[in-house]
């Protein structure tokens, strides 16, 4: 999903955060993340030795949950709770950030690994953007 295309389906609100760049990014970074992280957890799952991958497994299913969640807050729009909302997004880029740390270790052997890194660091770092624009 592009920021672009959420940033389109946002402006139709009649109420919208004032972030709306940041907002749009980052929503479309967690559900690329959570899509990337429930790929790696399968493509783990289907390795030969998937007994060494279970850590990583976990934490892509963790991820990718939290990432679900957190782009669904993040597209409610109306009346946010922002106590709320920053603490989902706080979670999100902790989890990324925990993610892309197993999946770094395993990135030399396995692409699926490698690309779910990358997605939970943008993720992390769109997370951390948005934060700081909500401060």
């Known amino acids: 999903m592009e920021a672009k295309a959420v940033k389109q389906r946002l402006q139709t609100h009649p109420e919208t955060l004032p972030q709306l760049d940041d907002v749009s ?11 990337s992280c429930a790929t790696c957890a399968d493509a783990c799952l289907a390795e030969e ?19 679900e969640l957190t782009g669904r807050m993040l597209s409610r729009q109306y009346e946010p709770q922002m106590q709320l909302l920053r603490g989902a997004i706080e979670l999100c880029s902790k989890a990324c950030d925990v993610c892309a740390t197993e999946c770094e270790a395993h990135a030399g052997t396995h692409e699926h690994c490698r690309l779910c890194a990358e997605a939970c660091r943008k993720c992390q770092q769109a997370c951390n953007a948005l934060l700081a624009a909500l401060a």
């Open 49 to 67: 030795h998937s007994e060494g991958l279970a850590r990583c497994i976990r934490l892509n299913l963790d991820c990718a949950d939290v990432c």
């Open 25 to 35: 990014t980052c929503i479309a970074a967690t559900l690329n993340c959570a899509q």
